[in-house]
């Protein structure tokens, strides 16, 4: 048996999520699928985290084994086969340990917002056109890079070990007719970004300060923290890993 890594792209608003669950079109069950048929046996893959139902991906990767040799048109032949929504970008030989979701070292998500109404944005942008405090929004992101414990914007039923995650980046970047936020960190936990999203809305419209921030990282209680911003407005951008995880390029 070999293992390779998978990179893919999706658009979030066509599956109930990466996942697979019952009765439900997901992303890792369409993969499966078609990569058992190409391969002739029954491959699982390995994400490096699950999106929830509507957010997209730009840059996903996975891994899987097979007994089977990858040839140089496998990309090819797997995206005819593959749903318009999805589409593979490379398959790359990795070590016999290598694992998607444990070494991958970070996750970089962006939330974007469209201060216009767009029909060409709609399913991957948020259209929010209330007046916001860019610079208020920004000096409130860096109090969560100098926190770990994010249960407050976590999903309240969620198995998970620890509400400890590492966040290295976050700020909100004013685009033509856009503002897009950026956060990078080791993990993130169920709902964690698009609630933090959330709640520096409510500080960029006055309604809360960055001390209100700070009081609901302090009270670990989801009810505190602001709403849920929509899925469709989420993309995960980029996962990393330490430099030589990849070998060649396969296909």
């Not at 066509?14 to 391969?39: R, T, W």
Request: hydrophobic share 40%; charged share 20%.
């Amino acid at each position: 048996m070999s293992r390779y890594a998978l990179q893919f792209a999706y658009d979030g608003g066509s599956f109930h999520g990466y996942q697979i669950q019952p009765n439900a079109h997901s992303v890792q069950a369409e993969l499966e699928e078609k990569l058992s048929l190409l391969l002739g046996e029954t491959i699982a893959i390995t994400g490096s985290g699950r999106t929830d139902t509507g957010v997209h991906a730009a840059h996903q990767i996975a891994h899987f084994d097979t007994s089977l040799g990858i040839d140089d048109n496998l990309i090819y032949r797997l995206n005819r086969m593959l749903s318009p929504a999805l589409t593979t970008q490379a398959i790359f030989t990795v070590a016999d340990d290598f694992h998607a979701r444990f070494d991958a070292t970070s996750r970089i998500y962006e939330y974007r917002i469209t201060r216009h109404k767009d029909p060409f944005l709609r399913d991957f942008a948020y259209w929010y056109e209330a007046d916001l405090d860019v610079e208020a929004m920004n000096e409130a992101a860096k109090l969560l890079l100098n926190h770990t414990d994010f249960q407050c914007f976590s999903k309240v039923k969620t198995e998970v070990t620890t509400f400890e995650c590492t966040i290295v980046r976050a700020s909100w970047v004013p685009q033509t007719d856009c503002l897009i936020f950026t956060i990078e960190g080791n993990r993130f936990l169920r709902g964690m970004v698009r609630s933090i999203v959330g709640t520096l809305l409510e500080i960029g419209m006055g309604k809360w300060t960055a001390a209100d921030l700070k009081r609901i990282l302090e009270s670990k209680s989801r009810q505190e923290a602001g709403r849920a911003v929509p899925a469709h407005g989420l993309h995960l951008v980029k996962v990393t890993y330490p430099e030589a995880s990849f070998g060649a390029r396969c296909s």
